[in-house]
Nanobody
Framework: QVRLVESGGGSVQAGGSLRLSCAAA????????MGWYRQAPGKQRELVAS???????QYADSVKGRFTISRGGPRNTAYLQMNSLSPEDTAVYLC??????????WGQGTQITVSS
């Protein structure tokens, strides 16, 4: 079984920064990708950032230039550095891991609230 532990959420004023972390534990067959989705009230879940096993990255257009996804020393840990946050970034951020055998595994989600 694979589980993801997220940390780093919270509240910040517009223009501030936060850093999310996501650590995977358990029996991982292989990590195809890790990243974050977010879901705001009344909106569809959207991909925020992803990092593949070959170190390719993908970002939502709305966060390009402000958010950076990276891998930790252990390859089962990912970080999302979020700068220049705006109220539009307010959402629940969900870490995911695309396991080779199991497919998507989700974290518990962490709330990010940006006040103007």
């Amino acid at each position: 079984q694979v589980r993801l532990v997220e940390s780093g959420g919270g509240s910040v004023q517009a223009g501030g920064s936060l850093r999310l972390s996501c650590a995977a534990a358990g029996t991982i067959s292989g990590i195809e990708a890790m990243g974050w989705y977010r879901q705001a009230p009344g909106k569809q879940r959207e991909l925020v950032a992803s990092l593949t096993k070959s170190d390719s990255t993908q970002y939502a257009d709305s966060v390009k230039g402000r958010f950076t996804i990276s891998r930790g020393g252990p390859r089962n840990t990912a970080y999302l550095q979020m700068n220049s946050l705006s109220p539009e970034d307010t959402a629940v951020y969900l870490c995911y891991l695309d396991d080779t055998w199991r497919g998507f595994v989700w974290g518990q989600g962490t709330q990010i609230t940006v006040s103007s």
